[in-house]
Structure formats: C-alpha cells, structure tokens
C-alpha cells in the first residue's frame, strides 16, 4: 500500500540533508557585519574599507570569470536594472520563455516594455533558437534566456540567434549557479547575467541577488540604476566617509544589497563548488538507476559543470497510468518525506502574470498579440517531477530512497485513481 493511503513509507525517521547549510563561520561572519556598525552600503564607513556588498559583486564576478559583478536585494531587481541598463522602455519588446517564475515577464513590463512568451523545448523546458527566431518583430529589443532547474538553454544556438537579430541577450542564471558551458560560466555569454540568492537557491542569503557584465559601461549604469544614481567611490572609503557617491549618468533607485546578507554570501560562496560536487554525483547515481518510462532531464553534452538547483525527472505518457504529475508528486512526498513536486505552471496558464490587475501595466499586455498555444511548456510541466537541491547533499543510500519510491508509485500508481489522493 502507498505511504498517501496508510501503508509504510519508503524512508520514514531518516533526515533529510539541512538547507541552508552553515557552521560557526557563517555565525561569526555575521556577527562580524552586525558588530560593524556598518549595514548597509548606504551608510558611512566607521572603520574604512569596502563594503560587504562591493566585496561580494566582486567576488562573485571572479567567481564566473566575469569582469563586473553588482550586487542587489533580489533576483528580480537585478533583471529590472538589467533591462533599463540596456535602455529597454516603453514600445520595446522582450522575448521571454513561457516555463519560467513569474519575475522575468515582470521585470519587462516594470520597465515599460512587453514580455512576449514563447515555447520551450518540452524536454529541458528553456528557450530554443527557433522559438526565439519566430518572436522576433521589428519591435524586439532583447531576449531573457532562463537556465531552468538542472540544465541550461543551447548557450551557442541562442547567442547566434540573438546576434543575427541584433538582439540584446540576458542570462537569467538564478537556478544556474555555476554552470559552466565548455568551460566558461553560464551568465557571462550574454550582455548580462543576472542571479537571484533567495532561500531556495544552490547560493542561499534568504534574499539578495546579482548582476555581471564584462561591459564597464553597463556596469557604471547598473551601479546607479541600483543605488538611487550613485556609484562607487573610486578608491576605498577612509574611515567616516561615505562609498556611494551622487552624480551618476542614469537615474536610479533603491536595490541595494544588506551588509548582512552580504556577510553571508560571502561566506557561503566559497562552499559552492564543494556542494556543485556533492549534487553532481548524486544526480549521475539518480540517472544511472532510472527505468520504467523515467529519465533525467537532458544536460546538453557542451556543460562540463553542472550546478543542480532542481533535479529534473522526466516520465513518459503513461509511466504511472492515468494518474497526474499532482497526484504522483503527492504521492512521491508521502514515501520519501521530502517534498516532491511538478514544475510552476507555465506563464501562459498562471495565476502569478496578472498584468491586468495593474493600470500601468494593463494597457501594455492588453495591446498585445500573444500565441494561442505552448505545447512543449505545457508537457514539460505535465511530464517531469522536481526534487529540491538539498536532496542531494546526503549519502549514496539517499538516492536509492528515491529509486526505491518512484519504483513502488509507478507499480501502484493505479491506485491514485481509485483510493485518491489525501489532501
């Protein structure tokens, strides 16, 4: 009998990895902001030197082999300075996938502009050339390319396309810490790569996130895009001086990163690639054993390191009978005791896009042509179960947990039908 209608579990008392992981580093390194004096950038510098937020941009670039790294509070702040840094406004059009969080469509119309959502490859779930190509209208400004969940979009056929149009290209890398497309970090093939460092993500600081650039002048304009239109000062700050300073070439506001969410990202960061290890042998233990109508999302062969921050299965029509990807997911939960889920809704078909409920943002979507129909989006979504990162920082046996419960709800998924789902 499945776990969902009172039978025993596959794994039941055994813990599943923490997330976020940290120790009395990341304690001290946040005691150490705390004690500053010094929380946000904003702030005058008491004991001189960088800021934990400047320090972090550049760390972070390094880290991707970028030339500029900005620091910001969320993930979509660092889409929205993206867009404006690239001059992208009101009767521009972005293409934007329709598998996807809600945050890119909504970055585009908060600078003006319209999101036009296109399919997916109903395999990996990203962006393909073609569906960019068939978008493109004289109106097309840009392109916002989603690496999504444990895979990345065709980073050579998307910048082809995007430079044939002339087209601006921005890396939405928040699921993509890390990735390395033969040997260089997704993120830094575009204009700009921007990340989110929410909760959830393979680089955690409950909130934060960031942009790069090899362009010094979209740097300087992100840099006063994000801090009501200051910038860095050009040397360190002595102490009792300010960092920022007025006069920057573009009008901004306010996105700025914490001191303190700076402090522990960078502590987190260097932690990174350790854990990219970890998941990365646990997802080739999970590939290797699927069977019975399951495989793994598809890693194009060009990623020679892989950042994990959803692990992706993929089932083919029929695997679990009649039963839907809801009913498996719940069901999945129930034997492992670590959530188990479907991908979000696509965009075309979520309650989270909602320009309407907006006047600034209701006369833009309303003038708009939009597809009738996105089947790879819709089939990604019908057809693939997600599993959390953290899932895959344990031991070798934790991956046969798994196994071992896809195997017993595929045998009885039959029943999901006729004893239901428990709520």
């Not at 399919?119 to 989603?146: F, M, Y």
């Not at 009792?240 to 960078?266: F, H, I």
């Not at 399951?294 to 083919?316: H, K, N, T």
């Amino acid at each position: 009998m499945l776990a969902i209608h009172g039978g025993t579990p596959v794994r039941a008392g055994t813990a599943w990895p923490r997330w976020p992981e940290y120790d009395q580093h990341t304690e001290a390194a946040l005691v150490a902001a705390l004690r500053s004096d010094r929380w946000s950038v904003s702030w005058y510098s008491p004991r001189g030197g960088k800021s934990r937020e400047r320090l972090f941009g550049e760390a972070f670039a390094r880290y991707l082999g970028a030339g500029y790294g900005v620091s910001v509070d969320h993930g979509s702040g660092a889409l929205v300075i993206a867009l404006e840094a690239l001059g992208i406004g009101p009767g521009d059009e972005v293409i934007v996938p329709a598998l996807t969080w809600v945050a890119p469509a909504t970055a585009v119309l908060r600078v003006g502009a319209l999101p036009v959502l296109v399919d997916v490859d109903a395999e990996s779930g990203c962006l393909t050339a073609e569906s960019i190509a068939a978008a493109v209208t004289p109106r097309t400004r840009a392109i916002v390319a989603v690496h999504l969940a444990c895979t990345v979009a065709d980073v050579d056929a998307v910048t082809a396309v995007a430079a044939a149009h002339g087209l601006a290209l921005i890396e939405d890398c928040s699921q993509a810490h890390g990735t390395r497309w033969a040997g260089r970090a997704v993120g830094t093939f575009g204009a700009i790569g921007v990340f989110s460092l929410g909760a959830a993500k393979s680089l955690a600081a409950g909130e934060g996130g960031a942009a790069v650039t090899d362009d010094p002048g979209l740097y300087r304009r992100m840099l006063s895009l994000r801090a009501d239109s200051r910038g860095y000062t050009a040397l360190p700050p002595a102490p009792g001086e300010y960092e920022l300073v007025e006069g920057a070439e573009v009008m901004g506001a306010n996105y700025c990163m914490s001191e303190l969410t700076a402090a522990v990202l960078l502590d987190q960061l260097p932690r990174l690639d350790d854990q990219h290890a970890r998941r990365t042998r646990q997802a080739d233990r999970l590939a290797a054993g699927l069977t019975g109508g399951l495989y793994p999302v598809p890693v194009p062969a060009q990623v020679d390191r892989r950042a994990v921050y959803e692990y992706g299965i993929s089932f083919r029509p029929g695997t679990f009978g009649a039963a839907t990807v809801e009913q498996v997911a719940a069901a999945l939960t129930a034997e492992l005791g670590t959530r188990v889920y479907p991908p979000r809704m696509p965009l075309h078909r979520s309650d989270l896009l909602r320009p309407a409920t907006k006047p600034r943002f209701a006369g833009i979507w309303a003038g708009a042509t939009h597809a009738a129909e996105f089947p790879g989006a819709d089939h990604y979504r019908e057809h693939t179960l997600l599993l959390h990162h953290s899932a895959l920082l344990g031991p070798a046996r934790d991956v046969e947990d798994i196994l071992t419960a896809l195997d017993k709800v595929r045998v009885h998924s039959g029943s999901l039908l006729t004893k239901g789902v428990r709520a």
